[in-house]
């Protein structure tokens, strides 16, 4: 095992030997591997925060990685930049493995020197994995990369969390496949900023059009009160057709927004902290056999309706500010 120091030193120094291993230890449920991840951190912290932060989603299937493999090789090519790239996967028994499981379809760029993949942690309830990518998203920060791109389903809740901690955000769509935004959740269409209606090529070529309005309609209606406007374009991952304007809106973005990018950072920690916050009292609670108890039979009582939620809350905050101040 590296020390601190030599997994400090090896990380501002961009080797991604011992990144990966940081972000191992990061994944670990051994308490003294997350002691040493989080000692590592706190020393990475100050050389944080320099990436754009980019997320991606879009259902099974509609070109996530081969989008990633194109625009990212395109990025690190033509504007000589480097690429971190992260999952977040909460549907682990998904056909066809995890999101990333599969880097045989960004072969071009897990053979870049220049580009750092790192598959999706394939287990764990979607909390936790938020802040293993959360934590590893730093630690690619301070390693050196400038872009950082984190993949995910929109099928759930997963985009939520990632749109916390990206500065922008890309939905994925496919033409033609449908008016109901393919299944989509009114929630991803909201935090978008960019639509992407890719596999605009061959046999679809006359439905990107059509398919691009309807997007533009349906972020029309649903439009941020923030300066920035989303927009819909037709790209082709597959035939890297329309990867320049997606760099010149995300550029216009970087340059243009800064303190929204600001804002979104800061108000995503503050909820961050909240999360951690919440789920240390959970645990606290968990970890008390009265308290744990008492926890299990008022949510079956509430589940069953014998008791309203409101009372129960009530209860339950009582109990456990009486368990806290016992423990003084
Ligand atoms: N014609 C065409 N096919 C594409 C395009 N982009 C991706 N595909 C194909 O669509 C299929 C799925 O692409 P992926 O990139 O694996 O999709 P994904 O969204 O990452 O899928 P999951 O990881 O399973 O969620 C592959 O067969 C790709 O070759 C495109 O622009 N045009
Ligand atoms: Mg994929």
């Given at each position: 095992m590296l020390t601190k120091e030599e997994f400090v030193k090896g990380i501002l120094d961009g080797n991604t030997t011992i990144l990966a291993r940081a972000i191992t230890l990061v994944e670990s449920r051994h308490q003294e591997h997350q002691a040493l991840a989080s000692?590592?951190?706190?020393?990475?912290?100050?050389?944080?925060?320099?990436?754009?932060?980019?997320?991606?989603?879009?259902?099974?299937?509609?070109?996530?990685?081969?989008?990633?493999?194109s625009y990212g090789e395109f990025l690190i090519r033509e504007k000589n930049r480097s690429i971190a790239i992260l999952a977040i996967d909460p549907s682990s028994e998904r056909t066809g493995g995890s999101i990333l499981g599969d880097k045989t379809r960004m072969s071009k760029l897990s053979q870049n020197p220049k580009a750092f993949i790192r598959p999706s942690p394939s287990s764990g309830h979607l909390g936790g994995v938020a802040k293993k990518t959360r934590e590893s998203l730093l630690?690619?920060?301070?390693?050196?990369?400038?872009?950082?791109?984190?993949?995910?389903?929109?099928?759930?809740?997963?985009?939520?969390?990632?749109?916390?901690?990206?500065?922008?955000?890309?939905?994925?769509?496919?033409?033609?496949?449908?008016?109901?935004?393919?299944?989509?959740?009114?929630?991803?269409?909201?935090?978008?900023?960019?639509?992407?209606?890719?596999?605009?090529?061959?046999?679809?070529?006359?439905?990107?059009?059509?398919?691009?309005?309807?997007?533009?309609?349906a972020l029309h209606i649903l439009k941020k009160s923030e300066d920035f406007i989303p927009g819909v374009l037709e790209i082709s991952?597959?035939?890297?057709?329309?990867?320049?304007?997606?760099?010149?809106?995300?550029?216009?973005?970087?340059?243009?927004?800064?303190?929204?990018?600001?804002?979104?950072?800061s108000e995503g920690e503050v909820k961050w902290l909240k999360e951690l916050f919440y789920q240390k009292i959970e645990g606290l609670i968990l970890q008390d056999p009265k308290l744990s108890k008492l926890w299990s039979e008022t949510n079956k009582q509430v589940a069953e309706s014998q008791v309203s939620a409101s009372y129960g809350s009530e209860l339950l905050f009582s109990q456990v500010i009486e368990g806290l101040k016992g423990k003084k």
């Open positions: 000692d590592i951190l706190n020393e990475v912290l100050p050389f944080t925060g320099n990436a754009q932060r980019i997320g991606i989603s879009g259902i099974p299937g509609v070109g996530k990685s081969t989008f990633i493999e630690l690619c920060e301070a390693c050196g990369f400038d872009t950082i791109f984190i993949e995910t389903v929109g099928v759930g809740q997963s985009e939520t969390i990632v749109s916390q901690m990206v500065d922008f955000f890309i939905l994925l769509l496919q033409p033609g496949a449908g008016d109901d935004l393919q299944g989509i959740k009114r929630g991803i269409m909201e935090v978008a900023d960019l639509v992407c209606v890719n596999k605009c090529d061959g046999q679809n070529e006359h439905l990107s059009q059509i398919a691009r309005h309807e997007y533009e309609r991952a597959l035939y890297e057709k329309g990867l320049d304007k997606v760099y010149e809106v995300m550029e216009h973005f970087f340059r243009d927004f800064h303190s929204l990018v600001k804002k979104r950072r």
